[in-house]
């Protein structure tokens, strides 16, 4: 069985016609509620947070913030439909038949500020936060998040393929020893042999596209290659 780990999009589709949120929604409600409303309850003692802490400006900061103010009862949307950008382009959930579809909700996992761990349906209001900013009295969410996320993760991924890819700042997140499952972790570098950017975040999605179509993700990740990128692949002995 197949679990793929992403990072969420910084940027959010607004509204949503979802159940109210809470901090328990979603498949790991019960066990991360409590950190949940405790980011919710920091964002909004910070009235939605400042430039500085959401790397944004404008309109774009004057919409975090509203967001971010009025979290809990927040309308939502489905986590595969609330993110946007590189990364979920590529993947196009959207665009899947129903059966692959159907295995996405079960094989994607999503590691973010707010939610720790969320599946792709899980109910998620817009917000904007990120995984590498410290909130007072939680310190730098990474590492705030780790132990609960590390427990969290260790169940889900036992016996499982776990293909992550997460950038440096979602990974420290949780502590990947305690992979209960055949964990891979994939780079993407370029041909100057740097870590690639903005054309990695692409081949993300593609990639995450082909093993969930796929009917030997396993061989499929072995073989799968991007005509720009070299894929690197780490297999770290537990």
Same mark, same amino acid.
């Given at each position: 069985?197949?679990?793929?780990?992403?990072?969420?999009?910084?940027? %959010?589709? *607004?509204?949503?016609?979802?159940?109210?949120? !809470?901090?328990?929604?979603?498949?790991?409600?019960?066990?991360?509620?409590?950190?949940?409303?405790?980011?919710?309850?920091?964002?909004?003692?910070?009235?939605?947070?400042?430039?500085?802490?959401?790397?944004?400006?404008?309109? !774009?900061?004057?919409?975090?913030?509203?967001?971010?103010?009025?979290?809990?009862?927040?309308? $939502?949307?489905?986590?595969?439909?609330?993110? $946007?950008?590189?990364? =979920?382009?590529? #993947?196009?959930?959207?665009?899947?038949?129903?059966? $692959?579809?159907?295995?996405?909700?079960?094989?994607?996992?999503?590691v973010s500020a707010l939610g720790g761990v969320?599946?792709?349906?899980?109910?998620?209001?817009?917000?904007?936060? %990120? #995984?590498?900013?410290?909130?007072?009295?939680?310190? %730098?969410?990474? !590492?705030?998040?780790? *132990?609960?996320?590390?427990?969290?993760?260790?169940?889900?991924?036992?016996?499982?393929?776990?293909?992550?890819?997460?950038?440096?700042?979602?990974?420290?997140? =949780?502590?990947?020893?305690?992979?209960?499952?055949?964990?891979?972790?994939?780079?993407?570098?370029?041909?100057?042999?740097?870590?690639?950017?903005? !054309?990695? %975040?692409?081949?993300?999605?593609? #990639?995450?596209?082909?093993?969930?179509?796929?009917?030997?993700?396993?061989? $499929? #990740?072995?073989?799968?290659?991007? *005509?720009?990128?070299?894929?690197?692949?780490?297999?770290?002995?537990?």
């Amino acid at each position: 069985m197949l679990t793929i780990l992403l990072p969420p999009s910084e940027g %959010k589709a *607004p509204g949503g016609d979802g159940p109210p949120w !809470t901090p328990t929604s979603g498949r790991f409600g019960e066990a991360l509620g409590d950190r949940r409303s405790a980011v919710a309850d920091a964002l909004g003692d910070l009235d939605g947070g400042d430039a500085r802490l959401l790397g944004v400006r404008g309109d !774009t900061l004057a919409r975090s913030q509203a967001a971010n103010r009025a979290l809990r009862g927040a309308p $939502t949307l489905p986590a595969w439909q609330r993110f $946007t950008g590189v990364v =979920w382009d590529h #993947l196009d959930i959207g665009s899947l038949d129903a059966r $692959t579809r159907r295995r996405a909700m079960r094989s994607v996992l999503v590691v973010s500020a707010l939610g720790g761990v969320n599946a792709l349906d899980d109910p998620l209001p817009e917000f904007r936060c %990120k #995984l590498s900013v410290s909130l007072p009295e939680l310190g %730098k969410l990474s !590492t705030w998040w780790r *132990p609960a996320v590390t427990d969290v993760l260790a169940g889900a991924l036992r016996r499982r393929l776990v293909v992550d890819l997460l950038p440096a700042e979602h990974a420290a997140a =949780w502590d990947a020893s305690r992979c209960g499952g055949r964990l891979v972790r994939v780079r993407f570098v370029g041909r100057d042999g740097r870590v690639a950017g903005h !054309t990695a %975040k692409a081949a993300k999605g593609l #990639l995450a596209r082909a093993l969930l179509e796929a009917d030997d993700p396993a061989a $499929t #990740l072995d073989r799968w290659r991007h *005509p720009q990128l070299r894929l690197e692949l780490e297999r770290p002995s537990r």
